[in-house]
């Protein structure tokens, strides 16, 4: 079975420019979560899409969006790039419609503004 | 609220040392504890999780046992190698709540 996917693997934008990141979970995985990775703030939780629907929602701004499509496949939207906003982003997808299913990292994406 | 503390790093030892890196939780009910570990520019692969009290995960060499009554969870192993080098993520996961919160990871270094 092929792992999570993440695409584009690494990202270089200018503040004030806005970014898309996709994420293609596992086979037969409906639930899909975000997390950024900083070495400031550690991972932190964006959110969480299943079947469509946002589950779950972290602490970000409103300028962090996020979607789901019905092949499961996940992308998340930065508007209005800040310097801060630099990290890796981390998708992860799970199977069972229970939250606790365990979670299955891709590679992340590198995002870098400047 | 929910939190995950971890000792501080960086770690670094020898070769075949014996490893104990701390985690303690803060949380209500009964979460899933986890360890990840994250290899330089991969993500993160889980390397063992514990759902219930007393549990203890396992893989690779790796141990950590569940406990309740001092809200921890902390990962050993018996005789650590260079390729054991990465970054060590305690972790917990409510099962009414799908957002997992992590502790700020702990860098292990082994030396040859």
């Known amino acids: 079975k092929a792992g999570v996917t993440q695409t584009p693997r690494y990202l270089i934008k200018t503040r004030g420019q806005q970014v898309t990141l996709s994420c293609s979970p596992i086979s037969g995985h409906r639930s899909v979560s975000w997390y950024q990775q900083t070495p400031g703030q550690g991972l932190q939780f964006l959110f969480e899409?299943?079947?469509?629907?946002?589950?779950n929602k972290g602490n970000f701004p409103g300028r962090f969006s996020g979607r789901q499509f019905s092949n499961s496949r996940s992308e998340m939207n930065v508007s209005t790039l800040e310097l801060g906003d630099s990290a890796l982003y981390l998708c992860?997808?799970?199977?069972?419609?229970?939250?606790?299913?365990?979670?299955?990292f891709g590679p992340g994406t590198r995002l870098t503004v400047l | 609220g929910n939190s995950v503390t971890q000792m501080e790093g960086p770690v670094t030892l020898s070769e075949e040392a014996f490893l104990t890196i701390n985690c303690t939780y803060t949380a209500t009910g009964y979460p899933s504890l986890f360890w990840y570990v994250q290899y330089p520019g991969e993500g993160l692969q889980l390397l063992l999780k514990?759902?219930?009290?007393?549990d203890k995960g396992s893989n690779k060499g790796f141990e950590a046992t569940y406990r309740k009554e001092t809200t921890s969870f902390h990962l050993e192993k018996g005789s650590v190698q260079v390729s054991d080098s990465a970054v060590y993520f305690c972790a917990l996961l409510y099962s009414s709540a799908s957002k997992i919160i992590f502790g700020s990871g702990t860098r292990l270094s082994i030396r040859p």
């Open positions: 514990a759902t219930k009290a007393d």
């Open positions: 899409y299943f079947s469509e629907t946002q589950r």
């Open positions: 992860a997808s799970s199977a069972g419609t229970s939250g606790s299913s365990e979670q299955f």
